[in-house]
């Protein structure tokens, strides 16, 4: 298998260790737990992180992918992409203010700037996994 062929694996597995990192940080705060918390989201970040190298080298490498078919199933693959894509440009400028924020011990604004972050990169992560499902998985030809 080459490399091109095992990075939307590869990138799906990332989004879904943000997504798990990120539901646990989420919990270890709310449970008080200030330093599993900071560790938690640095590890969704670098997860993040690696899943921007391995998304940009893919489309270095292949290109992007129509979806094979149609029906309702390219309705909705395109209907959650749509979103997703959206949704990821306003994600890293939101991570990035709110990890600013925390590092900065500016705590009561990185609370308020979170609220939003964290549903809209738990969204975007969780999104990318069903979008490389639905197109690797579920298409009727995946490319």
């Known amino acids: ?3 091109a ?14 997504a798990a990192l990120l539901l646990l940080g989420w919990r270890a705060i709310r ?4 330093e599993l918390h900071r560790a938690l989201m640095l590890g969704a970040c670098g997860s993040s992180v690696l899943f921007l190298a ?16 149609g029906g309702a199933l390219k309705a ?23 990890l600013q924020l925390s590092l900065g011990a500016r705590f009561p604004e990185h609370r308020r700037v979170a609220r939003v972050t964290f549903p809209v990169w738990m969204y975007v992560s969780l999104t990318g ?8 998985h579920l298409a009727p030809h995946h490319p």
């Open 5 to 18: 062929a095992a990075l939307p694996t590869v990138n799906a597995a990332l989004n879904a260790t943000s």
């Open 31 to 34: 449970a008080g737990r200030r």
């Open 76 to 98: 909705v693959y395109l209907a959650v992409l749509a979103s997703h894509t959206l949704l990821a440009a306003l994600t890293l400028p939101l991570v990035l203010r709110t």
């Open 129 to 136: 996994v069903a979008v490389y499902v639905m197109l690797y």
């Open 54 to 69: 391995g998304y940009f080298t893919r489309i270095a490498l292949t290109g992007t992918h129509r979806f094979p078919g």
């Open 1 to 3: 298998m080459t490399v």
